[in-house]
């Protein structure tokens, strides 16, 4: 079974740029090595990531997110079960999402999906990463 998880974190206080640049680095290691695929926006002091990958490959990972010190004020926007992936090659890194049409029409895939697949909280969900994106540019 596939899934996906989305969520928001910020960053620790005593995070420094070489902290985050190795995140970043270990984080594309281990996601391609767990064909583990999804996204991760890196903007003012915050994390943005949707994670899409086998049922217990997700839990496990985000698991070891939330004992993650580099992160604080983790929250859990989305938690489903998916049919196909929208992220098939993993994008990580600090882009700017607006800057890469591509990039944008997944995001708008995936927020499609969640609607369709009548995931209650769905307004709430893109309303929350519409300011999270608006707010962090």
Aim: glycine letters at 2%; charged letters at 30%.
């Amino acid at each position: 079974m596939i899934k996906t998880i989305c969520y928001i974190s910020n960053f620790s206080d005593n995070l420094t740029k070489s902290v985050i640049d190795d995140l970043i680095e270990d984080v594309n290691i281990s996601n391609n090595n767990n064909d583990i695929t999804g996204l991760l926006i890196v903007r003012n002091k915050h994390f943005f990531q949707i994670l899409e990958g086998e049922n217990d490959k997700i839990n496990n990972l985000y698991d070891k997110i939330k004992q993650d010190l580099r992160h604080k004020n983790l929250f859990k926007l989305l938690d489903a079960r998916i049919e196909d992936r929208i992220f098939k090659d993993y994008n990580s890194g600090k882009f700017d999402i607006f800057q890469r049409y591509q990039d944008l029409k997944k995001l708008h895939l995936y927020f499609n999906w969640i609607k369709n697949a009548n995931y209650l909280p769905a307004e709430e969900l893109i309303h929350l990463t519409t300011n999270f994106l608006k707010h962090n540019k």
